[in-house]
């Protein structure tokens, strides 16, 4: 079946630091993925998706790039700040049985330190 | 234009009362979810519904669960009778097409059974 696996956290970091959150998936068709964020007492949103194979999706300073041949989709942001702590979730739609699937990942929480 | 709304934000009760959450989709989205997230199990998918239809209910935890879409702007979540372990954050999304589409996330809404 379909899942997402995330690396645990916490992941904590100082401001500027380099911050690479790992996701892989499994998947039975051609699913889409997505970085989804969480801060404090929000409900998720997204942060950035791709729909196919080598698609890099973008967003403020954040990066990922959807690799079918290793079924990762890693989240890099160059340089992180204090705003940036939250818990970050990866994703993935996919089409099974007629039916859609919408996984989450367990989600990876980032402190960032001043 | 307004998000997901739920209600209440937050709900303590006592193990046994009955237990309704609602939740007003983002007008014109054909998709919505039910989510429960606990630090335990993370982010779990509860039940689906498109075009007001449910279409998998395969992570409803058992009988006690129940989920409406009485029609396309509303949609609960009832819970009796409840019991301690299912405290947790529910949180409702809502999706304008599925495959590489966005999920729009309430804020949740916090249930504590004492």
């Known amino acids: 079946g379909n899942s997402v696996t995330q690396m645990e956290g916490p992941v904590t970091l100082s401001e500027e630091a380099f911050l690479t959150i790992n996701c892989t998936y499994t998947?039975?068709?051609?699913?889409?993925l997505f970085w989804y964020v969480q801060y404090p007492g929000e409900g998720l949103q997204l942060l950035l998706k791709a729909t196919k194979a080598d698609d890099k999706g973008s967003n403020k300073g954040f990066e990922a790039t959807y690799r079918k041949e290793t079924t990762s989709f890693h989240l890099e942001k160059g340089s992180v700040q204090v705003s940036d702590s939250a818990v970050y979730f990866c994703?993935?739609?996919?089409?099974?049985?007629?039916?859609?699937?919408?996984?989450f990942g367990t989600g990876t929480r980032l402190k960032v330190l001043a | 234009d307004a998000g997901v709304i739920q209600s209440p934000r937050h709900e303590v009760t006592e193990m046994g009362q009955e237990v309704t959450l609602r939740c007003k989709p983002i007008s014109g989205h054909d998709y919505l979810f039910w989510y429960r997230q606990t630090m335990m199990r993370g982010l779990e998918l509860l039940i689906y519904?498109?075009?007001?239809?449910?279409?998998?209910d395969s992570g409803m935890p058992e009988d006690r669960f129940s989920a409406k879409m009485p029609n396309a702007s509303f949609s609960t979540l009832k819970i009796q009778p409840s019991e301690p372990r299912d405290s947790a954050v529910y949180f409702c999304?809502?999706?304008?097409?599925?495959?590489?589409?966005?999920?729009?996330f309430g804020e949740g809404s916090r249930l504590t059974v004492l």
């Open positions: 999304a809502s999706s304008q097409g599925l495959w590489a589409g966005e999920l729009f």
């Open positions: 998947a039975t068709g051609y699913p889409s």
């Open positions: 519904f498109n075009n007001n239809v449910p279409i998998d």
């Open positions: 994703a993935l739609s996919d089409r099974t049985s007629g039916t859609y699937k919408y996984i």
